[in-house]
């Protein structure tokens, strides 16, 4: 059994720019959920995907995107980057009921 | 909107018993994960409470009560390896109508085991 994976482990970006981070699920698992977790403080839920489409959403801007493939792997898109945007991000999959959600070691963003 | 309260660091000894508290403030609330984080590491999924009452796993046991908006996660026989962040998280309904469910995680206590 594959768990979750993501790419790549650390980014270094500019104001302004553009990125787009991967997260490949756990075998099995058809829902993806992804988090932005600041340095000391715990996870924050940005969105989830289950089937394709995004069905929650947490107290992001539109500036923070994603998407998921029939494969059930995911991108997170963040559009013109803020340093305020440095911080772990975090995919987790789960099944769409699952009480457990299995987490991936994160890319670490850098915004200077 | 939600609010989860925990400590923000804990210490004790090797060994001992320690039990880390957690309010929350929620609307939708369907139920109260544990997560474990080590430095530089991934959270871990250790427990999950929907109903009141005492769950254990191992050296491990979490307990929650709906009515007073509280659970804990109580280790025993602490090791070094279980200096890690603790990190509550609430399960709610997603507000959007999409009928998901997604998990507000509180700050994390930092628990620091001694020798």
């Known amino acids: 059994e594959t768990g979750v994976t993501q790419s790549p482990t650390h980014l270094i970006k500019t104001r302004g720019q553009q990125v787009t981070l991967r997260c490949s699920s756990q075998s099995g698992h058809n829902t993806v959920s992804w988090y932005q977790q600041a340095l000391g403080q715990g996870p924050q839920f940005i969105f989830q995907?289950?089937?394709?489409?995004?069905?929650g959403r947490g107290n992001f801007p539109p500036r923070f995107s994603g998407l998921q493939f029939p494969n059930y792997s995911s991108e997170l898109n963040v559009n013109a980057l803020e340093l305020d945007d440095s911080a772990l991000y975090l995919c987790?999959?789960?099944?769409?009921?699952?009480?457990?959600?299995?987490f991936g070691p994160g890319t670490r963003l850098t915004v200077t | 909107g939600q609010s989860l309260e925990q400590p923000s660091e804990v210490t004790a000894v090797e060994g001992a018993i320690v039990q880390i508290n957690c309010t929350y403030q929620?609307?939708?609330?369907?139920?109260l994960s544990w997560y474990q984080q080590h430095d530089g590491g991934a959270p871990t999924f250790l427990s999950y409470?929907?109903?009141?009452g005492l769950e254990e796993t191992g050296r491990f046991s979490s307990f929650l009560s709906r009515s007073d908006s509280y659970g804990y996660l109580l280790l025993q026989e602490l090791q070094m390896k279980d200096s890690a962040s603790y990190f509550c998280a609430v399960r709610v309904l997603d507000d959007s109508g999409a009928g998901s469910y997604q998990l507000t995680f509180g700050k994390g206590t930092k628990l620091s085991v001694i020798p």
């Open positions: 987790a999959s789960s099944l769409a009921q699952g009480n457990e959600q299995y």
């Open positions: 929620t609307s939708g609330f369907y139920g």
């Open positions: 409470n929907a109903l009141d």
């Open positions: 995907y289950y089937r394709e489409e995004e069905n």
